[in-house]
């Protein structure tokens, strides 16, 4: 079943039937204010920290309540209904509702008794406050006089936390005001005599509004049970039906913020209001309430803003192929599923609360690598953090606080820092993300020049970029295992497969190699010819005994417990075929043709399923060892048998890799959501972000995707096709085109700007090939190889590659 549509045009997802499966959100704003919003108006608002800056509640797993709620009520009748379908919950025989979801804004547009509603929520840019602007019409053919009421439920707190569990404390700090137009909630007011810069038991007095323009208010509520009224739940508030509410502040348990407004439309006459939302103290506030007077004009103009910046932030890749799916996913919503995770790690969703204070060092890293060809200057500023974030010994914090300090960080070696982060060791693979995601940076932009800039340690120190990867390196060199490769330590990317600090990662063990290589690279860059010859004779070292201990038969095994115990062999009675070390075994380098095929044939045949491929098989049960903490999920979710959505974007680069365009292009229609659009009621997550994983064929369940939004797989599955199916591979002097496409396609077009020049490139497939090079032709001139060297192109390049 559908309960939308894309419209490409303008970059949106249309949602045309209100009942969607679970939650269907947007995102709004950036983590300085930040709101998450559902296709009903559910959802909440944070200043800084999901966690710490919490200013609207929301019950998590809880019929997506409360939210952003606007409701209209007909006077002359009191009949009375809602911007967004929920929570009135109209019959939807009557209520017609459309919610726009697109590039930083959502739009609920809704028609019901003769009113023509349009509701459009946004934080403007570069402002840390939200925007419901509602603009109302009269489609009937009689005067219509009604009440708007917009509604918004404040935490007591700002740690969520507190607000919903230790209520002895936080249902009495809390209090409200009306002011001229807006309600102000106080936290802690009562502190409001002392000095501006004092603080009892670090508290001061927060404050936050919530305002009314565009109309005058004609009553104001700031008591939740008040406006509710006794039993009442948000569908049919006493505030609301009654028509009035009541003049009314809190004191002490719950606060809100509504406020209400008398319009009078003739026949076909509109009436714009606009709600504001945001913690600001009053002189603030109110500068804002009165920048909206004209709040028509200044609603669309912000509106325009953010489409045009978000429009711009795409433009860097766009591409016109065989597969409407692979265009909409490429060209816009898996580029804003990449910025929303680049932007937001996994701080706050539906799913993550916003407790995490900080950045997982694994996810941040490879985050960055989606929108590298998009934004190079955005994401080397995050490298240059991430890289802050590297502790002296070659390792990454497995956290990287909010309050990262560079120079002045404690550690794992440390224990205030693990019993602050809960994180009590370091991670096999955390620092060997860097070297993917610098060559990348680099290859893209050519700035070589960035290997030489001097970036802090993140206890002490200082060092170059380069250095700073010769030290991931020696980390590793540091901390093998028993065999001679990589040792788990307390967790490689799987961290519910624990091998034991001296257990051995196959996966890490082959990031390694892939590492050497890169560095290899970068050595030859800077004529690091010592270093050079020590790089080749690690790898050729550290890739015999991959070879000797992880290659079984028709497969690579993931590695060896402390105890000397081999997980992934064939012979095992549960899980013995492991997804990760076969495309990465092609990624790294490592395989050989044969290996590659026989391995990646097993995946395809073993572990692949209509909706992707198993991270192992078969699950854990009855055979689990002491760390494979994969076991106490149910069987095919998560780790435990279940398709864990990030592997497929590095399944389709490896496949690509292989020249194997159709196998590419397969394990991206089965993962890409907008290609189970019509399978919504299967799926369940919005069909136009990627969640973290799909329920395997083990699970009664096969196909329904989990955790939205915030996945790595967002960038994994970018780095998939872009580099691979579209076969966009840039190195340090110029650009390969080595394309990995489904038979049938004949051509395809792609528009990219590469180092402030833009390509526009025709594919052209007349024998249809999956891959493979015939001709090259650059601005008119026949080029000896699939290769753009830097030094040829011109500001507007016209590019022809015949496969």
């Given at each position: 079943m559908?309960y939308?549509?894309?419209?490409?045009?303008?970059?949106?997802?249309?949602?045309?039937?209100?009942?969607?499966?679970?939650?269907?959100?947007?995102?709004?704003?950036?983590?300085?204010y930040?709101?998450?919003?559902?296709?009903?108006?559910?959802?909440?608002?944070?200043?800084?920290?999901?966690?710490?800056?919490?200013?609207?509640?929301?019950?998590f797993?809880?019929?997506?309540?409360?939210?952003?709620?606007i409701?209209?009520?007909?006077?002359?009748?009191?009949?009375?209904?809602?911007?967004?379908?929920?929570p009135v919950g109209?019959?939807?025989?009557?209520?017609?509702?459309?919610?726009?979801h697109?590039?930083?804004?959502?739009?609920?547009v809704a028609?019901?008794?003769?009113?023509?509603?349009?509701?459009?929520?946004?934080?403007?840019?570069?402002?840390?406050?939200?925007?419901?602007?509602?603009?109302?019409?009269?489609?009937?053919?009689?005067?219509?006089?009604?009440?708007?009421?917009?509604?918004?439920?404040?935490?007591?707190?700002?740690?969520?936390?507190?607000?919903?569990?230790?209520?002895?404390?936080?249902?009495f700090?809390?209090?409200?005001?009306f002011?001229?137009n807006?309600?102000?909630?106080?936290?802690?007011?009562?502190?409001?005599?002392?000095?501006?810069?004092?603080?009892?038991?670090?508290?001061?007095v927060?404050e936050?509004?919530?305002?009314?323009?565009?109309?005058?208010?004609?009553s104001f509520?700031?008591?939740?049970?008040?406006?509710?009224?006794?039993?009442?739940?948000?569908?049919k508030?006493?505030?609301?039906?009654?028509?009035?509410?009541?003049?009314?502040?809190?004191?002490?348990?719950?606060?809100?913020g509504?406020?209400?407004?008398?319009?009078?439309?003739?026949?076909?006459?509109?009436?714009?209001?606009?709600f504001?939302?945001?913690?600001?103290?009053?002189?603030?506030?109110?500068?804002?309430?009165?920048?909206y007077?004209?709040?028509?004009?200044t609603?669309?103009?912000?509106?325009?803003?953010?489409?045009?910046?978000?429009?711009?932030?795409?433009?860097?890749?766009?591409?016109k192929?065989?597969?409407?799916?692979?265009d909409?996913?490429?060209?816009?919503?898996?580029?804003y599923?990449?910025?929303?995770?680049?932007?937001?790690?996994?701080?706050?969703?539906?799913?993550?609360?916003?407790?995490?204070?900080?950045?997982?060092y694994?996810?941040?890293?490879?985050?960055?690598?989606?929108?590298?060809?998009?934004?190079?200057?955005?994401?080397?500023?995050?490298?240059?953090?991430?890289?802050?974030?590297?502790?002296?010994?070659?390792?990454?914090?497995?956290?990287?606080?909010?309050?990262?300090?560079p120079?002045?960080?404690?550690?794992?070696?440390?224990?205030?820092?693990?019993q602050?982060?809960?994180?009590?060791?370091y991670?096999?693979?955390d620092?060997?993300?860097?070297?993917?995601?610098?060559?990348?940076?680099?290859a893209?932009?050519?700035?070589?020049?960035?290997?030489?800039?001097?970036?802090?340690?993140?206890?002490?120190?200082?060092?170059?970029?380069?250095?700073?990867?010769?030290?991931?390196?020696?980390?590793?060199?540091?901390?093998?295992?028993?065999?001679?490769?990589?040792?788990?330590?307390?967790?490689?990317?799987?961290?519910?497969?624990?091998?034991?600090?001296?257990?051995e990662?196959?996966f890490?063990?082959?990031?390694?190699?892939?590492a050497?290589?890169?560095?290899?690279?970068?050595?030859?860059?800077?004529?690091?010819?010592?270093?050079?010859?020590?790089l080749?004779?690690?790898?050729?070292?550290?890739?015999?005994?991959?070879?000797?201990?992880?290659?079984?038969?028709?497969?690579?095994?993931?590695?060896y417990?402390e105890?000397?115990?081999?997980?992934?062999?064939?012979?095992?009675?549960?899980?013995?075929?492991?997804?990760?070390?076969?495309?990465?075994?092609?990624?790294?380098?490592?395989?050989?043709?044969?290996?590659?095929?026989?391995?990646?044939?097993?995946?395809?045949?073993?572990l692949?399923?209509s909706?992707?491929?198993?991270l192992?098989?078969?699950?854990y049960?009855?055979h689990?060892?002491?760390?494979?903490?994969?076991v106490?999920?149910?069987?095919?979710?998560?780790?435990?048998?279940g398709?864990?959505?990030?592997?497929?974007?590095?399944?389709?680069?490896?496949?690509?890799?292989?020249?194997?365009?159709?196998?590419?292009?397969?394990?991206?229609?089965?993962?890409?959501?907008?290609?189970?659009?019509?399978?919504?009621?299967i799926?369940?997550?919005?069909?136009?972000?990627y969640?973290?994983?799909?329920?395997?064929?083990?699970?009664?369940?096969?196909?329904?995707?989990h955790?939205?939004?915030?996945?790595?797989?967002?960038?994994?599955?970018?780095?998939?096709?872009?580099?691979?199916?579209?076969?966009l591979?840039?190195?340090?002097?110029?650009l390969?085109?080595?394309?990995?496409?489904?038979?049938?396609?004949?051509?395809?077009?792609?528009?990219?700007?590469?180092?402030?020049?833009?390509?526009?490139?025709?594919?052209?497939?007349?024998?249809?090939?999956?891959?493979?090079f015939?001709?090259?032709?650059?601005?008119?001139?026949e080029?000896?190889?699939?290769?753009l060297?830097?030094?040829?192109?011109?500001?507007?390049?016209e590019?022809?590659?015949?496969?």
């Open positions: 559908k939308g549509y894309f419209d490409d045009v303008n970059r949106e997802y249309v949602i045309d039937r209100p009942d969607t499966p679970t939650p269907w959100v947007n995102y709004l704003g950036s983590p300085e930040g709101a998450i919003i559902s296709n009903n108006a559910g959802g909440y608002s944070f200043a800084k920290s999901g966690a710490n800056g919490r200013i609207l509640r929301y019950v797993n809880n019929f997506d309540q409360p939210g952003r709620y409701y209209l009520r007909d006077d002359d009748n009191q009949d009375f209904w809602s911007a967004s379908w929920q109209k019959d939807l025989k009557d209520y017609i509702s459309k919610c726009h697109g590039l930083g804004y959502t739009k609920m028609d019901y008794a003769g009113i023509h509603s349009e509701a459009t929520y946004y934080v403007p840019k570069g402002k840390s406050y939200e925007v419901w602007a509602i603009e109302v019409t009269n489609t009937s053919d009689k005067e219509r006089h009604l009440t708007l009421t917009g509604y918004a439920e404040f935490t007591n707190h700002s740690n969520y936390e507190q607000d919903q569990v230790n209520l002895q404390y936080s249902l700090i809390s209090r409200t005001a002011q001229e807006r309600i102000v909630q106080q936290i802690h007011g009562n502190l409001n005599a002392l000095e501006e810069d004092e603080q009892v038991d670090e508290k001061n927060t936050r509004f919530f305002g009314l323009a565009g109309n005058p208010v004609s509520c700031g008591d939740k049970k008040a406006f509710l009224g006794r039993y009442n739940g948000y569908d508030p006493l505030g609301v039906t009654s028509g009035d509410l009541g003049d009314t502040n809190n004191y002490n348990e719950n606060p809100c509504a406020l209400a407004s008398k319009v009078t439309l003739a026949p076909n006459e509109s009436k714009t209001l606009v504001l939302l945001g913690e600001k103290y009053s002189n603030e506030a109110q500068a804002i309430v009165d920048s007077k004209d709040a028509k004009t609603v669309q103009a912000e509106v325009d803003e953010l489409r045009a910046e978000w429009g711009g932030r795409l433009e860097s890749l766009q591409v192929t065989p597969s409407p799916v692979f909409t996913m490429i060209n816009t919503w898996n580029a599923n990449c910025y929303m995770t680049f932007i937001w790690s996994r701080a706050a969703s539906l799913i993550y609360c916003g407790l995490r204070n900080g950045y997982g694994r996810d941040t890293v490879q985050d960055i690598q989606g929108i590298i060809h998009l934004a190079p200057e955005m994401a080397v500023d995050k490298i240059r953090f991430m890289l802050s974030a590297q502790v002296d010994n070659g390792g990454g914090l497995p956290l990287v606080k909010f309050t990262h300090n120079g002045h960080v404690d550690t794992p070696d440390d224990a205030s820092y693990v602050e982060t809960g994180h009590p060791a991670r096999a693979d620092a060997l993300w860097l070297f993917p995601t610098v060559y990348k940076y680099i893209e932009t050519g700035n070589t020049a960035f290997l030489d800039e001097v970036i802090p340690y993140a206890n002490k120190g200082e060092a170059t970029v380069y250095d700073h990867l010769k030290a991931a390196i020696q980390f590793s060199m540091d901390n093998l295992g028993p065999h001679g490769m990589p040792a788990g330590l307390h967790a490689d990317w799987n961290d519910c497969l624990r091998l034991g600090a001296q257990g990662s196959s890490v063990a082959l990031q390694y190699y892939y050497l290589s890169i560095l290899k690279i970068f050595a030859k860059q800077k004529a690091d010819t010592e270093y050079m010859t020590f080749d004779s690690e790898q050729e070292s550290m890739g015999e005994k991959i070879q000797e201990l992880c290659w079984d038969d028709d497969r690579f095994v993931r590695g417990t105890a000397g115990e081999r997980i992934g062999e064939a012979c095992a009675p549960e899980a013995n075929m492991w997804l990760n070390p076969q495309s990465w075994a092609v990624i790294s380098g490592l395989a050989d043709d044969r290996q590659a095929e026989l391995a990646m044939d097993n995946v395809f045949n073993r692949n399923t909706y992707g491929a198993i192992m098989d078969p699950p049960h009855k689990a060892f002491d760390g494979a903490l994969a106490i999920y149910n069987q095919g979710n998560k780790e435990n048998a398709i864990f959505s990030q592997s497929q974007g590095w399944l389709i680069l490896a496949e690509a890799l292989r020249g194997k365009g159709e196998r590419a292009f397969t394990y991206f229609m089965e993962n890409a959501p907008a290609a189970q659009n019509d399978q919504a009621d799926r369940q997550l919005e069909p136009y972000c969640g973290q994983f799909t329920e395997g064929p083990a699970s009664p369940n096969h196909g329904h995707s955790v939205h939004w915030l996945t790595g797989t967002a960038s994994t599955v970018m780095v998939g096709c872009v580099e691979g199916i579209l076969g591979r840039p190195d340090l002097d110029g390969k085109l080595a394309p990995a496409i489904p038979k049938d396609w004949d051509s395809f077009k792609m528009d990219k700007n590469f180092r402030g020049k833009e390509l526009h490139i025709t594919v052209e497939n007349p024998n249809h090939k999956e891959s493979g015939s001709k090259l032709i650059l601005n008119g001139q080029l000896p190889e699939a290769y060297p830097e030094d040829l192109l011109l500001d507007q390049n590019i022809t590659l015949v496969l």
